[in-house]
C-alpha cells in the first residue's frame, strides 16, 4: 500500500498521508511522494486547490522517534542528520512556497512534532474537535526542526509560541482555534466535509485573483508597505485582463451569478 495517497477530483488535489498503524510519520518513501504530489500540483493548471489530511485517528506524528534513537545508536553524525533534514523532510515547506493555490489542512487527530509543523503550513488549517497539537520536540531532547520555531510566532504570538515549544504540552482543537492556530473547528464527522466545502468554493473561484492574492499575502511578510503597494498595481493589472474579471463584472452588471473559468 502506498505510504501516501493523491487523488484529483473537480479541480481539487487531496493528499492523504497513509501510515495509520504508525501515526503518519514520515518515511524519506512518503517525503518523495509528498514532494511528488506537490509538484504536479504546481504544474497542473486544472488543480485549482490542495487538500492535506491523515489517514486513520491521527494526522501526523512527525518523524520516526524510533528511527531516531537508532540513527544515534548507530553512530550517526550531526552532518548525516542535517543533511537528512534538508534533503528530504525540508523538501515540503520549499516546495509549498512554489505553490500560490490554496492549500487546505484537514486535522483529523493529532499533530505532534513536525507533524503540527507540517500542519502549519497550510493556507487554511481545519480541526475535527478531538484534534490535539503539541510541539513535541523537547519531549526527546530535540528542537523544532521542520520550521515551527518560524511558523509557530507569527500565528500565535511569542510568548505563546515559546510555552509550547518549550513545554511541549498539549492544545486542545477548541483552544487551537481560539489562539488563532487553526481557522476553525468541526465534529468529527463534519471535517472533511467541511474542508471541501471551502475547497469547493475556493476551486471554483476566479483562479489568477486567488493565486496572486496568496502571493500578494507571502510577499507582504517579507517587503515594506511601499512594495507591496507596487507588486499590487502590477497584481490589479494582471487581474483585470483575465477572462474571469470580465465575467465578474458582466455577472454584477446583469445581476446574476458569476462562472468563472479559471482564466
Not at 533534514?85 to 492549500?103: F, S, W
Not at 492556530?181 to 476551486?203: C, F, I, K
Request: hydrophobic letters at 45%; aromatic letters at 8%; a neutral charge.
Amino acid at each position: 500500500m502506498s505510504e501516501l495517497l493523491f487523488e484529483k477530483a473537480g479541480g481539487i488535489a487531496t493528499i492523504t498521508l497513509n501510515r495509520p498503524d504508525s501515526g503518519n510519520a514520515f518515511t524519506t518513501e512518503m517525503l518523495a511522494q509528498w514532494e511528488q504530489a506537490l509538484r504536479e500540483c504546481i504544474h497542473d493548471d486544472a488543480i485549482r486547490c490542495v487538500v492535506l489530511t491523515g489517514a486513520g485517528r491521527i494526522f501526523c506524528s512527525g518523524g520516526d522517534v524510533k528511527r531516531m534513537a537508532a540513527n544515534t545508536a548507530g553512530g550517526q553524525q550531526p552532518w548525516d542528520r542535517a543533511k537528512y533534514l534538508t534533503d528530504h523532510v525540508h523538501r515540503i515547506p520549499l516546495t509549498l512556497m512554489e505553490l500560490d493555490k490554496p492549500y487546505l489542512v484537514a486535522v483529523n487527530g493529532a499533530a505532534t512534532g513536525a507533524g503540527m509543523d507540517m500542519a502549519l503550513m497550510g493556507d487554511l488549517r481545519f480541526a475535527a474537535e478531538s484534534a490535539r497539537f503539541a510541539e513535541t520536540y523537547i519531549k526527546v531532547g530535540f528542537v523544532a526542526g521542520d520550521g515551527g520555531a518560524w511558523m509557530l510566532p507569527r500565528l500565535v504570538g511569542l510568548p505563546r509560541a515559546l510555552e509550547m515549544l518549550w513545554l511541549g504540552d498539549f492544545v486542545s482543537a477548541a483552544e487551537a482555534e481560539r489562539i488563532g492556530l487553526v481557522n476553525r473547528t468541526v465534529p468529527d464527522d463534519q471535517l472533511m466535509a467541511h474542508t471541501y466545502s471551502v475547497a469547493e468554493r475556493l476551486a471554483s473561484g476566479p483562479t489568477v485573483g486567488i493565486r496572486l492574492m496568496k502571493r500578494m499575502v507571502m510577499q507582504g511578510l517579507t517587503s515594506s508597505f511601499r512594495d507591496g503597494l507596487a507588486f499590487a498595481a502590477s497584481c490589479v493589472g494582471v487581474v483585470s485582463a483575465t477572462e474571469d474579471h470580465r465575467e465578474a463584472t458582466a455577472a454584477f452588471a446583469e445581476k446574476r451569478k458569476p462562472v468563472f473559468r479559471g482564466k
